[in-house]
């Protein structure tokens, strides 16, 4: 059982930053792909970023190639997404997930466990 706590979300103005935070609860950190994801009002949940569990392959959907970066910290148990340039189109609930496999998928249902999400907010 691995349990995700997301952090870091808020309201900020186009063109802003945040950094999200997801902490994992496991002891096989290191053999644990990790995504991203997110869902706005009314729409389905889509992928934002994903990061194998060597830290060594990234995917990110096209919307945020350029503007985001995931990365994690095996010291810390923690995956982050640094957002950057933020457009109001990137308004959601922030869902941190996470599977033992050694390649990252961009599809939700690959994934075995989920956080609580976090809410992400840009003003126009």
């Known amino acids: 059982q691995v349990q995700l706590v997301e952090s870091g979300g808020g309201l900020v103005q186009a063109g802003g930053s945040l950094r999200l935070s997801c902490l994992a609860s496991?002891?096989?950190?290191?053999?644990?792909?990790m995504g991203w994801f997110r869902q706005a009002p009314g729409k389905e949940r889509e992928a934002v970023a994903a990061?194998?569990?060597?830290?060594?392959?990234?995917s990110y959907a096209d919307s945020v190639k350029g503007r985001f970066t995931i990365s994690r910290d095996y010291a810390k148990n923690t995956v982050y997404l640094q957002m950057n340039s933020l457009k109001p189109e990137d308004t959601a609930v922030y869902y941190c997930?996470?599977?033992?496999?050694?390649?990252?998928?961009?599809?939700?249902?690959?994934?075995?466990?989920w956080g609580q999400g976090t809410q992400v907010t840009v003003s126009s």
């Open positions: 997930a996470t599977k033992e496999v050694a390649i990252a998928s961009m599809l939700p249902l690959s994934y075995d466990y």
């Open positions: 496991a002891r096989t950190f290191s053999r644990l792909a």
């Open positions: 990061i194998s569990r060597s830290g060594v392959f990234t």
